[in-house]
Nanobody
Framework: QVQLVESGGGLVQPGGSLRLSCAASGSIFSINAMGWYRQAPGKERELVAAITSGGSTNYADSVKGRFTISRDNAKNTVYLQMNSLKPEDTAVYYC??????????????WGQGTQVTVSS
């Protein structure tokens, strides 16, 4: 009923920047919280950043001051601007959206994941 399409990952040198996007489409009434998670090889998936419907944000300590999460409600899209990237940021990044469907059912959706590799 809802499709999520992530984009923006890739290979970047340390100190570089990337911008991730996650666009949702389908039978959407509204979207509550939106977030970005990441999972590095051999590690558990962790929250990177989240934003509420009201615009409040929270970040993992490891990315504070370097990453910025934002949302465009008209486009049902969440973004993650990543600056000053470090090798330890290398991971598969997943968006997560809490979607209220047209039928007033609340469902949590995950994106397909996009690889971010920070290496010289």
């Amino acid at each position: 009923q809802v499709q999520l399409v992530e984009s923006g990952g890739g290979l970047v040198q340390p100190g570089g920047s990337l911008r991730l996007s996650c666009a949702a489409s389908g039978s959407i009434f509204s979207i509550n919280a939106m977030g970005w998670y990441r999972q590095a090889p051999g590690k558990e998936r962790e929250l990177v950043a989240a934003i509420t419907s009201g615009g409040s944000t929270n970040y993992a300590d490891s990315v504070k001051g370097r990453f910025t999460i934002s949302r465009d409600n008209a486009k049902n899209t969440v973004y993650l601007q990543m600056n000053s990237l470090k090798p330890e940021d290398t991971a598969v990044y997943y968006c997560n959206l809490e979607v209220l469907l047209v039928g007033k059912v609340l469902i949590n959706y995950w994106g397909q994941g996009t690889q971010v590799t920070v290496s010289s």
